[in-house]
């Protein structure tokens, strides 16, 4: 299994190193923008996924391949990485083999678990969602798993905030139409204040979702949205990073890895692989003609998505 991905641009973490804990999309929510497409089977039972040692020797190999150590290593992907009964592993094993610091982007679901928030305090940074606090508003937007709430998840997020000794942000994805009233950001500032997150950061649609048609919101619409929360916030915007990685030889294989994690565009393919946009554009055409990718259009951008094994 390759448990390794990129260095892609993120928008929050620079260069970033994905590890995936999942060969498929595993997780506890069916949120309606998610980019890895529709949750089979919303699950929020912990099982065995990986060998931690595997993933720390192919973390390593990667490394050594790179003329510049990323940013980050992040784990994310396929899957929710608290649904990982080995996620502590995974994070004391990188540990061993480099000094890049380990990023944890989780839904926050499972944080009600002591055992979930043990392991995460070996991460240098963890990032937890919250997009909506009304019930009514997280199953419309995160279509949770049956036995979750939006009242657990937020009791979850706060014995995490009171208990955890590490850095921390909070990450909020809004929908326009969904969970960018007033009410709601109202409601997100007050549970936010009693969070005390290092910073929040406040994303919307970006990529195509799991549901089509969603809109994202403005510029303009997500700095009104920051300001109504009225607690520190990054904007998404541009990847915070412009550090320089170079990657091997380009093959249908490594733009497949990409866009099997979310879907890209030609030009994101380029920054992350360092070619040039139209060798990505003509990777991506071959992999739609032979039924590997589909092209689908959201803001006048061009995102190419992962078709097989779906
Ligand atoms: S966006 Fe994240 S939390 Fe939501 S369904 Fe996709 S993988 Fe799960």
Same mark, same amino acid.
């Given at each position: 299994?390759?448990?390794?991905?990129?260095?892609?641009?993120? +928008?929050?973490?620079?260069?970033?190193?994905?590890?995936?804990?999942?060969?498929?999309?595993?997780?506890?929510?069916?949120?309606?923008?998610?980019?890895?497409?529709?949750?089979?089977?919303?699950?929020?039972?912990?099982?065995?996924?990986?060998?931690?040692?595997? %993933?720390?020797?192919?973390?390593?190999? +990667?490394?050594?391949?790179?003329?510049?150590?990323?940013?980050?290593?992040?784990?994310?992907?396929?899957?929710?990485?608290?649904?990982?009964?080995?996620?502590?592993?995974?994070?004391?094993?990188?540990?061993?083999?480099?000094?890049?610091? %380990?990023?944890?982007?989780?839904?926050?679901?499972?944080?009600?678990?002591?055992?979930?928030?043990?392991?995460?305090?070996?991460?240098?940074? &963890?990032?937890?969602?919250? @997009?909506?606090?009304?019930?009514?508003?997280?199953?419309? %937007?995160? +279509?949770?798993?049956?036995?979750?709430?939006?009242?657990?998840?937020?009791?979850?997020?706060?014995?995490?905030?009171?208990?955890?000794?590490?850095?921390?942000?909070?990450?909020?994805?809004?929908?326009?139409?969904?969970?960018?009233?007033?009410?709601?950001?109202? =409601?997100?500032?007050?549970?936010? =204040?009693?969070?005390?997150?290092?910073?929040?950061?406040?994303?919307?649609? %970006?990529?195509?979702?799991?549901?089509?048609?969603?809109?994202?919101?403005?510029?303009?619409?997500?700095?009104?949205?920051?300001?109504?929360? @009225?607690?520190?916030?990054?904007?998404?915007?541009?990847?915070?990073?412009?550090?320089?990685?170079?990657?091997?030889?380009? @093959?249908?294989?490594?733009?497949?890895?990409?866009?099997? =994690?979310?879907? &890209?565009?030609?030009?994101?393919?380029?920054?992350?692989?360092?070619?040039?946009?139209?060798?990505?554009?003509?990777?991506?055409?071959?992999?739609?003609?032979?039924?590997?990718?589909?092209?689908?259009?959201?803001?006048?951008?061009?995102?190419?998505?992962?078709?097989?094994?779906?």
């Amino acid at each position: 299994m390759g448990f390794v991905f990129g260095p892609v641009p993120s +928008r929050r973490l620079g260069a970033s190193l994905g590890v995936d804990l999942f060969p498929e999309k595993i997780c506890s929510l069916n949120c309606v923008y998610c980019q890895l497409g529709p949750t089979p089977d919303p699950t929020t039972t912990r099982r065995s996924t990986v060998d931690p040692s595997a %993933v720390a020797a192919e973390v390593r190999d +990667r490394l050594a391949e790179l003329d510049r150590p990323p940013d980050f290593l992040t784990l994310s992907g396929s899957g929710e990485p608290t649904l990982s009964l080995e996620l502590g592993e995974v994070i004391a094993g990188l540990g061993d083999v480099t000094d890049v610091p %380990v990023a944890v982007l989780t839904n926050g679901t499972l944080l009600s678990e002591a055992a979930v928030r043990a392991e995460l305090t070996r991460a240098d940074l &963890v990032v937890p969602s919250l @997009d909506a606090v009304s019930d009514e508003k997280f199953r419309q %937007v995160n +279509r949770p798993h049956g036995s979750l709430t939006a009242a657990g998840h937020v009791q979850g997020l706060e014995k995490f905030a009171a208990t955890h000794p590490g850095r921390w942000w909070l990450e909020i994805l809004l929908v326009a139409g969904l969970n960018d009233s007033p009410d709601e950001l109202d =409601r997100l500032a007050a549970v936010i =204040r009693g969070l005390r997150p290092e910073k929040v950061h406040l994303n919307t649609v %970006v990529r195509p979702g799991a549901v089509k048609g969603l809109r994202g919101l403005s510029d303009d619409e997500l700095t009104a949205a920051a300001d109504r929360l @009225d607690y520190p916030c990054d904007l998404a915007g541009r990847p915070a990073s412009d550090k320089k990685i170079h990657r091997g030889s380009v @093959d249908p294989a490594e733009l497949l890895a990409m866009i099997k =994690r979310r879907p &890209v565009t030609a030009a994101d393919a380029a920054q992350s692989l360092r070619i040039e946009p139209e060798v990505a554009l003509q990777g991506f055409q071959v992999l739609v003609a032979e039924g590997r990718a589909v092209a689908e259009t959201l803001d006048l951008e061009t995102y190419y998505r992962f078709v097989n094994g779906r």
